[in-house]
C-alpha cells in the first residue's frame, strides 16, 4: 500500500526517528556532501527495504531510490 506523502510527513515517516519535513529533507538532498548522519542512516535504511521489495520482482522490480537519494548513498563510504 503507498501512503501520500503529506500523510508521511505528518507521522514522521512511522519508524519513531525525529521528525524531518519533505522541504527540509530535499533541501539535504540538494546537497549530498551536506546531508546529516541521520538522514544518511534512515536513507540506509529505505534502501535495504527497496531491495527486498524489487526483489519481489514484477512491477516492483522497477522501483528505485531518487537520483538525489541515491547520490548520497553513492557518496558515503560505510566502514565495514
Keep these: 500500500m503507498l501512503i501520500p506523502q503529506s500523510t508521511w510527513c505528518e507521522t514522521g515517516g512511522g519508524q519513531g ?14 546537497t549530498p556532501s551536506n546531508v546529516s548522519d541521520g538522514v544518511r542512516q534512515r536513507l540506509l535504511g529505505l ?9 519481489l520482482g514484477d512491477e516492483y522490480a522497477g522501483l528505485a531510490l531518487s537520483e538525489h537519494a541515491a547520490a548520497v548513498l553513492r557518496d558515503s563510504v560505510i566502514a565495514p
Excluded at 17 to 30: D, H, M, N, V
Excluded at 47 to 55: C, H, P, Y
Design 47 to 55: 534502501a535495504r527495504r527497496l531491495a527486498r521489495v524489487q526483489s
Design 17 to 30: 526517528g525525529p521528525r524531518i519535513g519533505l522541504a527540509e529533507l530535499r533541501r539535504e538532498l540538494a
